[in-house]
């Protein structure tokens, strides 16, 4: 409704010819007399009038009722009363019309519902006319059906519309008839009336305004935006339900989609929403009045669940708000909703395409040659929605540290993607790089190609076509296989490093549960999470989480089986970098083996190895004197438990207030070599008769 002062005016004339009928009525009526206390309503009198007609007539001896004259001046009343109303009409006239006009077509009150509804409004504008209320300054249901014209007894039924949609309320004490409880105006409807639109005060708190975006969205989600526009048309709302793992794209969708309409929209977290139904049901009526009065659109978001809450019952507190409330809505749900509600439209929304995230990094980081480097390489790296990329843009340009563009784009593009993981996986602070790894050339050689095609996969996928041919098999997934202490995490550490990555370990007491269905939903969100990129994800000892499917031999079997074909299906799809690693290949289910793109096996460091390993240990400010490398490189050590001999020597040196020395070196070994309980080669601890060494 489109008001200007105009509106204001005659919507003020309309209430002051209002208020004049209500005074009239007033003067007019016989005095009420006040509401009569508990011990008092014992002696209440014979009813008289339109009362009797509903709780029964004289007694059959009783003689009829004489006609009895008029009452002094009862003519010029009623000639009054009905130039009042003749005034009150014609204030009501114009377009768009006065509120509590259109409040009554809205809700099609009728002519005793609309006057009771001015009666009980009347005391609020005017409390001087307290004195004539019988309730402690309040109407009543008594009082409207003896001063009121055409009284219905049923126009304050609990189905009715002054009740149904809260308008008026009845404030009845315990035994109190209903005739002579107080009635009371809704705040919001009060304030409507007056022209003072607000959202109801029991939705306040629950409720979010979102923006429109500022820009139009990618192709590849205007379709869908077309699509829920038609579910939010005001002239014939319905219910659309957006699904997909990306929270902010549907909100962006959702927006848009009201933008169309001029409608602003609202976010309402269904998580927040209360788990009693008569409260969930009353704050569902109160919407649906509140798009009636102020049409606006509403995205119900059951996208994630709260600490502790399901998402089955976050979603079906979702699905039962919208049923029992009304107007243009769109339902935010992960894998969508399961119950009677029919939506108008169900569609999935994807984050923006791979080139359609580059179009939007170039617009954000302008049109320098270093600025289309760095968009390309974030495009490639990270797969952030578009609001989430002009913020990352936004934050590297007002960084004015000495870093590139792209490490500062780094630094904020990882801040967005981090809190979603934190909770499911342990990030892994890295400081290996390839010149800090032993391997040898084939195995390295694999690591550079893992960081390679993760480089060049927006050229692959998304410009040469591929993305549009396969759904799965995309993303990079590698194992590394080998034996503890050879390297495994390491190399994960210089892969994640080398693409400028965040590396987490993924944790898997926190992943696990023996609650059916739980595990997948666990990983469903650690999934969603790093699917926005910023992240290497390592699943260390893999074959706990991805073993061989076994036989079903009971109900505990079959439910294994199912989180390992999800595990298989999560990731094939996964469209980032999953490095799994295990000592046990041997365990490992063959049809995970097959969706792997990379299999990395680390052999256990020979001599050669060893003494690349023992070289690069030290970190050059350790003082150190007299280190033979070759005697050291016979010591059967791998570099787990050479980078242990080393820092447990340097412990020993310290104490000492000495350099590391051989000598220290051997000691440690040995100790190291006890502790693992492996056979303690006398032979290989003899000093030789010439010593190589390192200062």
């Known amino acids: 409704m489109t008001r200007d002062s105009a509106w204001y005016r005659r919507n003020d004339d309309y209430l002051g010819a209002a208020m004049m009928l209500v005074r009239h009525r007033l003067n007019v009526a016989p005095a009420q007399p006040a509401a009569a206390a508990p011990a008092e309503m014992a002696a209440v009198r014979r009813p008289q009038g339109w009362l009797r007609g509903l709780v029964g007539g004289a007694d059959e001896t009783e003689a009829p009722?004489?006609?009895?004259?008029?009452?002094?001046?009862?003519?010029?009343a009623v000639a009054e009363d009905k130039r009042l109303m003749d005034a009150l009409e014609e204030a009501g006239a114009g377009d768009p019309p006065p509120a509590l006009v259109s409040l009554a077509n809205i809700f099609d009150l009728s002519t005793f519902e609309q006057n009771l509804l001015m009666l009980a409004l009347a005391v609020e504008f005017d409390p001087r006319l307290s004195d004539r209320m019988p309730a402690g300054g309040r109407p009543t249901l008594a009082l409207a059906m003896s001063i009121l014209p055409d009284p219905a007894w049923g126009s304050l039924a609990p189905d009715a519309p002054l009740r149904d949609w809260r308008l008026v309320e009845i404030e009845r004490?315990?035994?109190?008839?209903?005739?002579?409880s107080p009635l009371s105006v809704d705040e919001r409807i009060l304030n409507h009336v007056k022209g003072l639109d607000h959202i109801d005060a029991s939705l306040v708190p629950l409720l979010k305004p979102l923006s429109a975006p500022?820009?139009?969205?990618?192709?590849?989600?205007?379709?869908?935006v077309a699509a829920v526009a038609t579910a939010l048309d005001p002239s014939k709302p319905a219910v659309a339900v957006l699904r997909g793992a990306d929270r902010a794209s549907i909100q962006d969708v959702a927006a848009a989609a009201a933008a169309e309409h001029g409608l602003p929209l609202f976010r309402l977290a269904a998580d927040a929403l209360p788990t009693d139904n008569a409260e969930l049901d009353r704050l569902a009526r109160l919407w649906h009045r509140e798009w009636l009065l102020a049409p606006a659109a509403l995205l119900v978001d059951a996208h994630d669940p709260g600490a502790g809450q399901s998402a089955d019952s976050t979603v079906a507190r979702a699905a039962r708000f919208v049923g029992r409330s009304g107007g243009g809505m769109v339902i935010a749900a992960r894998d969508g909703i399961d119950g009677p509600i029919t939506p108008l439209v169900d569609r999935i929304v994807a984050r923006p395409t791979g080139m359609e995230q580059l179009a939007v990094w170039q617009e954000a980081l302008g049109d320098t040659p270093d600025a289309a480097a760095a968009a390309r390489r974030m495009a490639g790296r990270f797969d952030i929605d578009r609001a989430g990329i002009a913020a990352a843009a936004r934050a590297a340009q007002a960084d004015r540290s000495a870093r590139s563009l792209a490490e500062r784009l780094d630094s904020a593009a990882l801040a967005r993607t981090r809190t979603g993981l934190a909770r499911l996986a342990e990030r892994i602070e890295i400081k290996a790089a390839f010149g800090d790894i032993v391997l040898p050339q084939t195995q390295e050689m694999q690591l550079r190609q893992i960081v390679a095609q993760l480089e060049h996969r927006l050229t692959v996928v998304e410009e040469w076509g591929f993305g549009a041919r396969m759904n799965r098999g995309l993303g990079i997934s590698a194992l590394f296989a080998g034996e503890s202490g050879t390297g495994k995490t390491m190399a994960a550490e210089v892969v994640a490093g080398a693409l400028g990555l965040d590396l987490y370990r993924i944790d898997l007491s926190a992943v696990v549960s023996k609650y059916i269905g739980e595990t997948e939903k666990n990983l469903a969100r650690l999934f969603d999470a790093a699917d926005l990129g910023g992240a290497v994800l390592l699943f260390d000892e893999a074959d706990a989480l991805f073993g061989k499917r076994s036989e079903v031999k009971d109900a505990h079997d079959r439910f294994a089986n199912i989180e390992i074909d999800y595990l298989l299906q999560r990731i094939e799809s996964y469209r980032g970098v999953a490095i799994l690693t295990t000592n046990m290949k041997h365990a490992l289910d063959p049809a995970f083996m097959r969706r792997l793109r990379f299999l990395v096996e680390f052999p256990y460091p020979g001599s050669a190895e060893r003494r690349q390993i023992w070289e690069r240990a030290f970190p050059p400010d350790v003082p150190r004197e007299g280190i033979d490398l070759d005697r050291l490189s016979r010591l059967d050590l791998n570099g787990a438990s050479i980078q242990s001999v080393v820092l447990n020597a340097a412990f020993l040196a310290a104490a000492r207030n000495a350099r590391?020395?051989?000598d220290l070196l051997i000691a440690a070994s040995r100790s190291e070599l006890q502790k693992l309980g492996r056979p303690v080669n006398e032979g290989d601890f003899r000093a030789p008769a010439t010593v190589r060494s390192i200062a």
């Open 214 to 224: 500022t820009a139009p969205l990618p192709e590849s989600q205007r379709e869908t």
């Open 173 to 180: 004490g315990h035994g109190e008839p209903l005739t002579v």
């Open 65 to 76: 009722p004489q006609a009895l004259p008029p009452p002094e001046g009862a003519s010029n």
């Open 660 to 662: 590391v020395t051989t």
